[in-house]
């Protein structure tokens, strides 16, 4: 199903204009993200809060003056609190969120493999546990591959 989409895709993109092929790019990866049967994302709720979280200590880390403290309630106040009484704990944080998102990452791919699952859909594991992190990962660590006699 990837293939035959990627060949729309190709066919189709001479005659769009540029927004329009970054969109139908992302419709299409988001398809042949859900297509694989070994892949399952975690719940919206999760990819908003992990993501949100990631960003809000991206940028509380390396351009503190951007982040709105007044319209995040009490972890606007924490990172304010943070962010002029103890920056040198929002760069730890910022190291251990990478660094944990990458162990995770290496050991989804190893789990990947060991049950069988084809390289195509192992990336997909990587990238979204390193983005995703646990709440992804759960869903690698309860798959049950379908056992060929």
Known sequence: M?????????????????PSVFWMVS????????????????????????LSGIALLTLATFTPAVVPH????????????????????????????????????CCAVNTAKNKSIENPARRKWLISVFVFGYFSYRHLLAYKPNKSK
């Not at 990837?2 to 540029?18: D, F, P, W």
């Not at 419709?27 to 992990?50: D, Q, R």
């Open 27 to 50: 419709v299409l990866s988001g398809i042949a993200l859900l297509t694989v049967s070994s892949m399952s994302l975690p719940s919206v709720f999760w990819m908003v809060s992990v």
């Open 2 to 18: 990837v293939s035959v989409l990627s060949g729309i895709a190709l066919l189709t993109v001479s005659s769009m204009s540029l």
């Open 70 to 105: 007044e319209y995040l309630g009490p972890i606007g106040w924490l990172t304010r609190y943070l962010v002029n009484e103890w920056p040198a704990i929002l760069n730890i944080l910022m190291v251990f969120t990478i660094a944990s998102h990458t162990v995770e990452a």
